[in-house]
């Protein structure tokens, strides 16, 4: 069993930027890919980034290419999402997950945490 606890969303103006942290614990990490996804109102869950455990390779989708950046801290057992030039769209609640070997797609991720709403004013 792995649980994730999420913190560090908020409001924030467009142009702004947060810092997503996502505490993990129950198990080793080694072998998990650690995801972030986002969920806004009236829309289906959609893939953020991700990042192996191990090698610390990492995967981002498009619309935050650039802007958003997903690390780890092996010391604390915590993933980060780094987000800057924040806008309008990226109003959702982000929620963190863990699969062995995963994805992009929310299945493919057995533990998630319990999300946290992060808010751009235009």
């Known amino acids: 069993q792995v649980q994730l606890v999420e913190s560090g969303g908020g409001l924030v103006q467009y142009g702004g930027s947060l810092r997503l942290s996502c505490a993990a614990s129950g198990r080793t990490l080694i072998g998990y890919v650690m995801a972030w996804f986002r969920q806004a109102p009236g829309k289906e869950r959609e893939f953020v980034a991700r990042i192996t455990w191990g090698s610390g390779r990492t995967y981002y989708a498009d619309s935050v290419k650039g802007r958003f950046t997903i690390s780890r801290d092996n010391a604390k057992n915590t993933v980060y999402l780094q987000m800057n030039s924040l806008k309008p769209e990226d109003t959702a609640v982000y929620y963190c997950?863990?699969?062995w070997g995963a994805g992009a797609g929310p299945r493919e991720y057995n533990y998630w945490g319990q999300g946290t709403q992060v808010t751009v004013s235009s």
């Open positions: 997950a863990a699969g």
